[in-house]
């Protein structure tokens, strides 16, 4: 069974920092895409953030390039989302996902997700 475990999520003040981290089970996590994708309240799911399985090459949606940086550590099968300079507009549930960016059109790809609330 595809396991993946959000944590880390909370709430922090505008320019703040917050390190999210998702653990993957139930299959080889070294040889998979792993994508952050993000979600408010009666928005669409947003693309955030993917890391390949192969040379970890980067990619980053406009929104957030330059204040995240997606990380993974492969013995330990955990994706991480640095998070900096955060916005008020950051705040929503964010989900790791096992894929490349299509995962953000298949909701059953994600995990539960965590929380992020970015408020003063």
Do not use: H
């Amino acid at each position: 069974q595809v396991q993946l475990v959000e944590s880390g999520g909370g709430l922090v003040q505008p320019g703040g920092s917050l390190r999210l981290s998702c653990l993957a089970s139930g299959f080889t996590f070294s040889m998979s895409y792993m994508t952050w994708v993000r979600q408010a309240p009666g928005k669409e799911p947003e693309w955030v953030s993917t890391i390949d399985s192969f040379n970890w090459r980067t990619t980053y949606a406009d929104a957030v390039k330059g204040r995240f940086t997606i990380s993974r550590d492969n013995a330990k099968s955990t994706l991480y989302l640095q998070m900096n300079s955060l916005k008020p507009e950051d705040t929503a549930r964010y989900y790791c996902a096992r894929g490349p960016i299509s995962v953000l059109a298949d909701r059953r790809t994600w995990g539960q997700g965590t929380q992020v609330t970015v408020s003063a």
